[in-house]
């Protein structure tokens, strides 16, 4: 997949010579980057669960308290 990434221009330089140094192309230091972070970070909600949800339309009930705290916004 392709994707765009906008980051300053100091840095985008600082990962060219890396990867310079290394013999790698710039993807491949950035894929081994963001693998990185993938393995070493945990999960924001270690143990959550959605609410169960009764077969009929519009039966579960949540304020927007609760909502909030569902979705994780900040």
């Known amino acids: 997949m392709r994707t765009t990434v906008d980051m300053p221009d100091e840095t985008y330089r600082e990962v060219k010579v890396m990867a310079a140094e290394q013999g ?28 169960e949800v009764r077969p009929e ?9 609760t909502n909030y705290d569902l979705i994780g916004f900040p």
């Open 24 to 51: 790698v192309t710039v993807r491949e230091l950035v894929l081994e980057g963001l693998e990185m972070v993938l393995r070493t970070r945990k999960p924001a909600r270690k143990g959550w669960e959605p609410p």
């Open 57 to 65: 339309p519009g039966t579960l009930e949540i304020d927007h308290e």
